[in-house]
Nanobody, 132 residues
Framework: QAPLMESGGGSVQAGGSLRLSCPTS????????MAWFRQGPGKEREGIAG????????AYADSVKGRFTISQDSSKKIMYLQMNSLKPEDTAMYYC?????????????????????????WGQGTQVIVSS
């Protein structure tokens, strides 16, 4: 499968906002999970948010919960990551990736654990720099 392509990164001051985008064409089935990861300088790649394509179930890392929102525009086939109240520790390269979704009767289709080992189709990433 073709690698994904992230965009929307940039440099902002602490407290600012950015919105990242990731086209999802080719991965538009409810059995697919799309997720955002990031890798800061000298750090391991970290899963921060996931969403089931065409669904409503989302997952967030504690480090971004309440500040970041993952969403999708099914008509445009784009996934977004709205990042508010940015902090210097959010400085990282941000990636989108995909993995098969999991299913249980309740809650239906949902993303697996945001473990980079489970995800693929990695793009080149988009850089986010937050200055204090």
């Amino acid at each position: 499968q073709a690698p994904l392509m992230e965009s929307g990164g940039g440099s902002v001051q602490a407290g600012g906002s950015l919105r990242l985008s990731c086209p999802t064409s080719g991965y538009n089935t409810v059995t697919q999970c799309m997720a955002w990861f990031r890798q800061g300088p000298g750090k391991e790649r970290e899963g921060i948010a996931g969403i089931v394509v065409g669904g409503h179930n989302t997952a967030y890392a504690d480090s971004v919960k309440g500040r970041f929102t993952i969403s999708q525009d099914s008509s445009k086939k784009i996934m977004y990551l709205q990042m508010n109240s940015l902090k210097p520790e959010d400085t990282a390269m941000y990636y989108c990736a995909t993995a098969p979704a999991s299913y249980e009767y309740t809650p239906g289709w949902y993303c697996p654990a945001l473990n980079p080992q489970l995800f693929g189709s990695w793009g080149q990433g988009t850089q986010v720099i937050v200055s204090s």
